[in-house]
Structure formats: structure tokens, C-alpha cells
């Protein structure tokens, strides 16, 4: 599977952003994919995921009611859609994907494929 992550960039405090995850090699609807972002000098953190089915999703403390993840099967693609969004959530976005789950977990070494990465930067 490989993923690539796109849609980050600059941004003022309280702005939206879209992220986007396409996959190819293998369909997400047979993947749990999950988003996780690493700002300078922490480590990774989980953000958001939606399970296998689709028919659940899992979020952070952290961004819950500004933050959703959803996907479209037939565009083979995840995305994060990030509103109200705050200077510390600026990082590294990453998407990722579980092929062995059927359910979101949020810690990193669940995830075997990863993209590349896309920055988002929250000015305040």
C-alpha cells in the first residue's frame, strides 16, 4: 500500500484546512486508516481514524468536535477535515494505514504503511 498525503499548508488561527490521503495498491475500505501528526521535539500522536467498515471513527481529546475524518471508497482516498484550527496544532500530518485491525487503534506501532507527511502550520 502506499499512501500520499497532501492539503497541508499556512494557515491563521481559527482557518480550516483539508488533508487528503490517497492510497493505492489496496482499497481503504479493506484498511482501518488513521491520521496522526509530530510537531518539533514530540513524538507522533494519534489524531483521528476511521475503522475498516467505515461505520465508526475515533478522535483525539485533543480535536474532537473540530477535527472529522471520513473516506470515499471509490476515490480511495481519506481525508481530515480540520477546522477552529489552533496554533498547536501545528505538524507533520501523516495518514497511515492498520490492514491487520478492524478497529482504530492510536497507538503508531499498530500501523504498518505510512505516507510521507504534510505540514500544517497554525499562525496565531
Known amino acids: 500500500v502506499q499512501l500520499q498525503a497532501s492539503g497541508g499548508g499556512l494557515v491563521q488561527a481559527g482557518g480550516s484546512l483539508r488533508l487528503s490521503c490517497a492510497a493505492s495498491?489496496?482499497?481503504?475500505?479493506?484498511?482501518?486508516m488513521g491520521w496522526f501528526r509530530q510537531a518539533p521535539g514530540k513524538e507522533r500522536e494519534f489524531v483521528a481514524g476511521?475503522?475498516?467498515?467505515?461505520?465508526?471513527?475515533r478522535y483525539a481529546d485533543s480535536v474532537k468536535g473540530r477535527f472529522t475524518v471520513s473516506r470515499d471508497v471509490a476515490k480511495n482516498t481519506v481525508y481530515l477535515q480540520m477546522n477552529s484550527l489552533k496554533p498547536e496544532d501545528t505538524a507533520v500530518y501523516y495518514c497511515a494505514c492498520d490492514y491487520l485491525a478492524a478497529i482504530v487503534a492510536t497507538l503508531t506501532q499498530n500501523y504498518e504503511y505510512w505516507g510521507q507527511g504534510t505540514q500544517v502550520t497554525v499562525s496565531s
Open positions: 495498491g489496496r482499497t481503504v475500505g479493506t484498511y482501518v
Open positions: 476511521v475503522s475498516r467498515s467505515g461505520s465508526s471513527t
